[in-house]
């Protein structure tokens, strides 16, 4: 039986004082995965001890202990794997994340590629654009996007200074006046 650290003490105290005095209780508390393995073994003062029977008995938990070892090591094994599965992924996200930040630009100028970018505005806010690379030499802002009408341009004056619409590659949007402005 299995029996967390603290536990196992009262338990096999509690077992042997529950015995005459002439019965042996012989114990081996192991140490396995953060748990104690007690093994209990009663023999009988009357009884001569067959060294043959304890050797096959010390014998077989010793099998046991190297099969539970194996499982330990097995079970590491695949922890240290994981773990630098994770490492990986972690490092191959920060990567991500670094060249996404580095998309802030602050003009369509210094875009490489047409697709959506993070410009900063003069007051150093940053807004959402799409930059045309391939049209006229490229460098172009997109201001306005509209080309199936699933967004509905009959908007508010607010909604023109201010830009409406999800700004990307594919969708459609107005910009907002004051970001064409600034």
């Known amino acids: 039986m299995i029996m ?22 012989i114990m081996l508390v192991l140490p396995i995965l953060g748990s104690f393995l007690l093994v209990t073994s009663v023999a009988s003062s009357q009884d001569e001890p067959d060294t043959l029977q304890w050797e096959r008995r010390l014998t077989q938990l010793e099998l046991k202990l190297q099969n539970v070892s194996e499982v330990q090591n097995s079970i590491l094994t695949q922890q240290n794997s994981l773990l ?34 993070r410009l900063e505005l003069p007051d150093s806010s940053i807004k959402p654009v799409v930059c045309d690379m391939k049209e006229l030499d490229g460098g172009w802002l997109v201001i306005q996007r509209r080309f199936s009408g699933a ?24 910009l907002g006046l004051e970001t064409v402005t600034s």
């Not at 009262?10 to 042996?24: D, S």
């Not at 191959?92 to 369509?108: A, F, G």
């Not at 967004?151 to 594919?170: C, H, I, L």
């Open 4 to 25: 967390s650290q603290p536990a196992y003490a009262t338990v096999g105290q509690q077992f042997a004082a529950e015995l005459p005095h002439e019965i042996t209780v």
């Open 84 to 117: 630098e599965s994770l490492a990986s992924q972690f490092n191959q996200m920060l990567t991500l994340q670094t060249k996404h930040q580095q998309r802030i630009i602050k003009s369509c100028d210094e875009a490489t590629t047409s697709g959506r970018y």
């Open 151 to 174: 967004v509905s341009f009959n908007r508010s004056w607010a909604e023109y200074r201010d830009g409406f619409g999800p700004v990307g590659k594919s969708d459609e949007f107005w």
